[in-house]
């Protein structure tokens, strides 16, 4: 392994782009730690080191911004804004026709697809800075903490006004990074913000559970963590591979066809996005009860069984809204008619089943029972860090679970493969040979 990553950096190009990379990858940590306009900064610390301070609904996105949000810098939206335009801009090809039609037209269409999602992403940027302020501005950020409710130095209309400037523009900025990454780096450059947000969290956990708990359970967690990464990746990397065969046809005087490729289905097609939205769905209730008395019974109740994660319905909950967007997801982004048409457009087939209808029913057929195990393996994933706050309570810094395990995971595989085929090109042997 150290062999192959010396010969990536001494082939100049491959050097350069991941130079590049990392490069950008430090801009995108040091603006995590600039504070923005108008914040008392020292304040803001004292709140973060708080032993009192619970994440609570507000950990998702804490998440995703490499902790940047709590800190109140620059980019404490993070790259939250551009994956909700994303998976927006996703949602609505199967609404609008306008959008299928443009995911169907190729490089020009794909270009204006990510145009509407760049001016999505601002908006959206504008309406959660907004919102941040407005919950910095009650207190309601660090969970009510004494001294956390008045954070804000310059509290005027154009404090705010410029505050909310500063932290639409960081999101664009990160929008920016993270295509530069895309363009001339290696790798999906908002999958690698993603990953080096998340990654940024692993040695602060590693050291809390150390603290708080003990040399004993900080190997167990360890030799789990192992384990866990040992099983995603497997999981990960496994697929069901549909044969598919192409009949030979004369066009003109010269032959095409005639050749045995396949359809890779993954297990887990739909990737993290499940246990994105079952989270978000789940602290909608939580974020509906702060607008409401503390005192009467649907608040209380709402506290009781959905603001933490160590209750069976929560838990139970959080399983079922997983498996279900799996299932969601996986059909809206796979249609079974659309590759069965174009495998019958080119001469393709499977073998024995004949093209057309029965072919999308054979691929629709497959992919019911590749998701049932791929949505019992994400809310298995997804349920580690509950699991782990019952046993240990280690919930806000258990990192090996979730979202978190699966973006690294995932992320890193995708860039080491990228990799590996960039040197492929130069070399007979990979970065993983």
Known sequence: MIGAIRRAFRTPD?????????????????????????????????????????????????????????????????????????????????????????????????AKLTQY??????????????TLIATVRSGALFGGIEGCDNLIVNDTWWGIAVLVLTLTAGTGLIMWLGEQITEHGVGNGMSLLIFTSVAAAFPSSLGAILREQGVDIFIIVLAVGLVLVALVVFVEQSQRRVPVQYAKRMVG??????????????????????????????????????????????????????TRGDHPLYITVYALLTIFFAYFYVAITFNPEEVADNMKKYGGFIPGIRAGRPTADYLSFVLSRINFPGSLYLAFVALIPLIALVLINANQNFPFGGTSLLIVVGVGLETVKQI?????????????R
């Open 117 to 130: 999602t760049r001016y999505l992403t601002i908006g959206l940027a504008v309406l959660n800075s907004t």
């Open 420 to 432: 590996d085929a960039q040197m492929q090109q130069r070399h007979y042997e990979g970065l993983l």
């Open 253 to 306: 005087r010269r032959m095409f066809g005639g050749t045995s490729t396949y359809i890779p289905i993954k297990v887990n097609m739909a990737g993290v996005i499940p246990v994105i939205f079952a989270s978000s769905v789940l602290y909608l209730p939580s974020l509906v009860s702060q607008f409401g008395d503390p005192e009467s019974p649907w608040v209380e109740w709402i506290n009781t069984y959905f």
């Open 14 to 110: 491959l050097r350069n782009k991941l130079l590049f990379t990392l490069g950008i990858l430090v801009i995108f940590r040091l603006g995590s730690f600039i504070p923005s306009p108008g914040i008392d900064y020292t304040q803001v610390q004292e709140c973060v080191a708080s032993p009192q301070l619970n994440e609570g609904g507000f950990a998702m996105i804490n998440l995703f911004s490499g902790g940047a949000l709590l800190q109140l810098s620059i980019f404490a939206l993070g790259i939250m804004p551009y994956i909700t335009a994303s998976i927006i801009v996703q949602l609505l090809r199967v609404v609008i026709p306008r959008f299928e039609s443009l995911h169907k037209e190729g490089a020009s269409g794909q």
